[in-house]
């Protein structure tokens, strides 16, 4: 694998929770160097990209959204250092930050492939609108924007196109998806794996269909895993927990399967909050996942 360019966004303000601003360092310090070093992995941390996170947390009445401006701008900030990254011919490995930073990841990412797969891995859809979310909470729109659908502002960053095709997009481990992202994922015909799909055919079998699926269609595969997706049990540090995700152990195995397949073109894990954990458990298990993406093994 190339040299790998780590790069902490940590934005706080597309959702209510503080402190997952927190989570870029938390996984940092879990071990993730180290984690690499030992696979014999070489990296450059370029840090944490200097956020403002600042905004008035209400609702705006004309968009339904909180923090626009400000969310616009960190992901602005992040497309950008996304690009160079990639430019250097790196391996970006993204460590957030809620899931609005998707936004930007996908909008530097995009323009070095033209066919980019993103495998969303979240108890959530993240396919609301101002129109549909019940929250107005820009995290939970952020796959949406990815497909071109939602306000202009987000749609734009980087250029007006879509950041990604729902045709090669897969959804793993939803769990918890609202009225107008279910009629979303109809219309869009976007894959998705809910829990009841993990549980009927296990999820071995769910990866090796996603990878194969991916293999016929994309040049690049984005992982865009939020700790969420995983059951709470296993990450309590984050701030939308849904009961009733896979374990740890099944999704090790799924990070792991990503890995033997060398599907992955980069990665990014998203809302762990220092904060809300308990003894950096959510962080520790996010470099143990982020590890198996890179090969770590057992034996
Ligand atoms: N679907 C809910 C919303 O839009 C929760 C999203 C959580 C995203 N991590 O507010």
Not at 230 to 245: A, S
Not at 267 to 283: C, G, I, R, S
Request: hydrophobic letters at 35%; aromatic letters at 6%; zero cysteines.
């Amino acid at each position: 694998k190339n040299n790998v360019g780590i790069i902490g966004a940590p934005i706080t303000i597309a959702q209510p929770n503080l402190g997952v601003d927190f989570g870029p360092n938390a996984i940092r310090y879990a071990g993730l160097a180290k984690r690499l070093d030992q696979l014999n992995i070489t990296y450059n941390d370029y840090g944490n990209i200097n956020i403002k996170n600042e905004g008035s947390d209400k609702q705006d009445p004309k968009t339904n959204l909180k923090n626009l401006d400000e969310v616009v701008k960190g992901n602005q900030q992040i497309a950008e250092e996304v690009k160079l990254v990639k430019k250097k011919g790196e391996f970006p490995l993204i460590l957030g930050g809620d899931h609005s930073i998707a936004i930007g990841t996908l909008a530097g990412l995009y323009e070095f492939y033209d066919q980019l797969g993103v495998i969303w891995f979240d108890a959530h859809a993240d396919l609301n609108t101002g129109e549909t979310s019940p929250s107005g909470n820009i995290h939970g729109m952020s796959l949406a924007v990815n497909l071109g659908v939602g306000d202009e502002q987000l749609t734009s960053i980087n250029g007006n196109q879509k950041k990604v095709k729902p045709e090669n997009t897969i959804i793993i481990g939803a769990r918890s998806i609202d009225d107008g992202e279910r009629d979303f994922i109809k219309e869009q015909g976007i894959k998705v794996y809910t829990m009841y799909d993990i549980e009927r055919k296990g999820m071995e079998n769910v990866m090796k269909e996603a990878i194969q699926y991916l293999k016929g269609r994309v040049d690049g595969v984005h992982l865009s895993l939020d700790v969420d997706g995983i059951d709470p049990l296993h990450t309590p540090g984050t701030g939308t927990r849904v009961v009733g995700g896979p374990s740890y152990r099944e999704t090790h195995m799924a990070m792991s399967m990503l890995h033997d397949a060398e599907v992955l073109t980069s990665v990014e894990v998203v809302e762990v909050n220092p904060l809300l954990d308990d003894q950096n458990k959510t962080a520790e298990v996010a470099a143990d996942i982020i590890a198996a993406t890179f090969g770590e093994k057992y034996l």
